[in-house]
């Protein structure tokens, strides 16, 4: 079975754009429910996905972090050239990490990160996330028990360097958070590991914006602008990015 990545979602709405980006090994899809929300609402939404994801294994391996990032980057200079000049980020775990970089670079409107890390983890944490994204990509692919247990096998544990690249970009961009004087909103969920909840208040206290705000979705875990009970989210928002 061939795979292909997800469409780019792009709804034309109001003179106020908002880029929506995933978390590392997600795709658009993650945050479709969220840009349908905020499209209904009378904005232009704008949802991508990173180079090397929603693809076959081996494609998301050769993918660079920088490649990764540059694809956000792109995203926000497509929004630029259609003519927006009010533009917002909202990003999901490493999409917030991204969303605070571009925000550092570029004119940006008001940021929203959701789950976003700027502390390191553990090295074999951010593995089991490949190995994850590795098994649901072979199940898409049809592959047998056999097959996939070889694969798997041929193929982890996963070379450090690139997962050292990932950490370093994490956390590195918490030395550019006082550089950072746009308004954000940083989200936590309050049954998701303690590192994104200390990096959600760590956001808000070292970002110089004249508006910050912090918003602990008390039942919410990692992703969660797909679990089930959105509408207090997706309100919020709304009410901060207006």
Do not use: W
């Amino acid at each position: 079975m061939k795979l292909k990545a997800p469409n780019p979602i792009y709804l034309q709405g109001g003179e106020h754009a908002v880029l929506l980006l995933h978390s590392f090994t997600g795709t658009s899809n993650e945050m479709k429910q969220l840009a349908t929300y905020l499209h209904g609402q009378g904005f232009t939404c704008y949802a991508i996905t990173y180079a090397g994801h929603g693809q076959i294994p081996e494609a998301f391996y050769e993918t660079s972090l920088q490649e990764m990032f540059e694809s956000s980057v792109r995203a926000f200079q497509f929004l630029q050239m259609q003519g927006y000049e009010q533009i917002s980020i909202i990003g999901q775990s490493l999409g917030g990490v991204f969303a605070l970089n571009i925000a550092e670079q570029y004119p940006v409107e008001k940021v929203i990160t959701i789950s976003s890390p700027v502390l390191s983890r553990p090295l074999d944490e951010l593995e089991s996330r490949v190995y994850a994204y590795t098994k649901y990509m072979l199940k898409l692919q049809q592959f047998s028990k056999e097959k996939m247990d070889g694969f798997v096998e041929q193929n982890f544990p996963r070379p450090k360097e690139k997962l050292i690249a990932l950490q370093s970009f994490i956390v590195n961009t918490r030395d550019k958070l006082k550089r950072i004087n746009t308004d954000v909103l940083a989200i936590a969920g309050g049954r998701d590991d303690l590192v994104y909840q200390q990096s959600a208040k760590i956001i808000l206290d070292e970002i110089d914006a004249p508006t910050k705000q912090l918003l602990v979705v008390e039942q919410g875990k990692h992703l969660l602008t797909i679990e089930k009970n959105v509408e207090f989210l997706f309100k919020n928002i709304v009410s901060f990015v207006k």
